[in-house]
């Protein structure tokens, strides 16, 4: 399976800042095509920027959030149908900080994902467990329960990620060793084999949660991790792009 390498930009950079980091990133896809699908979900307000800079070029844009309803009166939100139609491929959802921050509980991510698919676009479904949850040796089961509550009806592997993301690694510098990685990554799977049968087998899965240069090329050789979310490290160009190069081809 083709390796996905996802860049969350979160809520980081002005209008400057990040026409320089894609303008950037096109730099180094022009030098070596990349060898895996390469995204960047930017804040909205810079999306058709972004979309603009990477015409003709393998980068992609996605979002970083979507509403769970087609349109109306929720006024500061962004439709799925938005940003398809701004070109978007992806949106993230359920993502920790959205979770923490606003709330989000697994339904509402699978209404989210649902809009995603009705929209056309691939829905990155996030999840992870606390440090508290795997303390106490609960990880594997917090991870299945969220997965089985935030994939809607309408995934299958080709409109649907499921992202893996520790919440004691995202932007802390602490990485879950490739061996917790794959202990839920092969949880993660047979759970989303059961769930939509052969259609499970074909959800990429990614690792997210203090991925870096560094470490990148071990994490991405980790059974059943099929890319990697990345945050703080998808601002460094070239940071990034090493982690781009890693990825398994
Ligand atoms: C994230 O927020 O999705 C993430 C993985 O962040 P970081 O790489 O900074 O830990």
Redesign the pocket.
């Known amino acids: 399976m083709k390796s996905l390498i996802a860049g969350?930009w979160?809520m980081n950079g002005l209008r400057a800042d990040s026409m320089a980091l894609i303008e950037a990133l096109k730099a180094k896809a022009a030098g070596s095509a990349p060898g895996c699908d390469v995204l960047v979900c930017p804040p909205s307000i810079l999306i058709a920027n972004a979309m603009a800079a990477v015409a003709g070029n393998p980068i992609t844009v996605g979002g970083q959030d979507c509403h769970a309803e087609d349109k109306g009166a929720f006024t500061g939100d962004i439709a799925a149908a938005m940003l398809a139609d701004f070109g978007c491929s992806h949106v993230?959802v359920g993502?920790?900080?959205r979770r923490r921050d606003h709330a989000e509980n697994d339904a509402q991510v699978a209404a989210k994902a649902a809009a995603a698919h009705r929209a056309g676009l691939v829905a990155i479904v996030?999840l992870g467990e606390s440090a508290e949850e795997r303390e106490q040796g609960r990880a594997a089961q917090v991870v299945t329960g969220q997965l089985a509550g935030s994939l809607p009806p309408s995934a299958n592997g080709a409109n649907t990620v499921v992202?893996y993301?520790p919440i004691w690694?995202?932007?802390?510098g602490k990485v879950a060793t490739p061996g917790d990685v794959a202990e839920i990554h092969d949880v993660l799977r047979a759970e989303l084999v059961s769930i939509l049968e052969s259609q499970g087998e074909a959800v990429r899965l990614l690792y997210?949660?203090?991925?870096?240069a560094a470490n990148a090329h071990e994490l991405l050789r980790v059974p059943h991790v099929n890319g990697?979310?990345?945050?703080?490290?998808?601002l460094k160009p070239d940071d990034f792009w090493t982690i781009v190069e890693a990825a398994p081809h």
């Open positions: 969350n979160k993230i993502h920790s900080e996030c992202a993301e690694a995202i932007g802390t997210g949660g203090s991925v870096n990697a979310l990345v945050g703080g490290a998808s």
